[in-house]
């Protein structure tokens, strides 16, 4: 059964930086593409960034481009979410998703998700 653990997050003051990482087991993590999603208090989830098989392709939200940054590890099975100048804004529940098309950037186009992760961003 796959499985995909995020870690990594919590409490930052604002302009601070978090890395997250969300570590996958009982699947060929290479063939996945992967993608970080997020879902604030009262709102519905949205897509924040997502990187190809081989990590060459990648793609992110208005919101967080220039600040976020993802990549991935396939000898490691991993794949992260370095988060630059934080606002309180991003906020939220973050998730990450493995996906069979390379870069997908909606919800229904990944079928595996991890537990999600708590990011608090204070001002």
């Known amino acids: 059964q796959v499985q995909l653990v995020e870690s990594g997050g919590g409490l930052v003051q604002a302009g601070g930086s978090l890395r997250l990482s969300c570590a996958a087991s009982?699947?060929?993590?290479?063939?996945?593409?992967m993608g970080w999603f997020r879902q604030a208090a009262g709102k519905e989830r949205e897509f924040v960034a997502a990187?190809?098989?081989?990590?060459?392709?990648?793609v992110y939200a208005d919101s967080v481009k220039g600040r976020f940054t993802i990549s991935r590890d396939n000898a490691e099975n991993t794949v992260y979410l370095q988060m630059n100048n934080l606002k309180p804004e991003d906020t939220a529940i973050y998730y990450c998703?493995?996906?069979?098309?390379?870069?997908?950037?909606?919800?229904?186009?990944?079928?595996?998700w991890g537990q999600g992760t708590q990011v608090t961003v204070s001002s």
């Open positions: 998703a493995g996906s069979s098309r390379p870069v997908a950037t909606l919800k229904q186009q990944y079928s595996l």
């Open positions: 009982g699947h060929t993590f290479s063939n996945l593409g």
């Open positions: 990187t190809s098989w081989s990590g060459g392709s990648t």
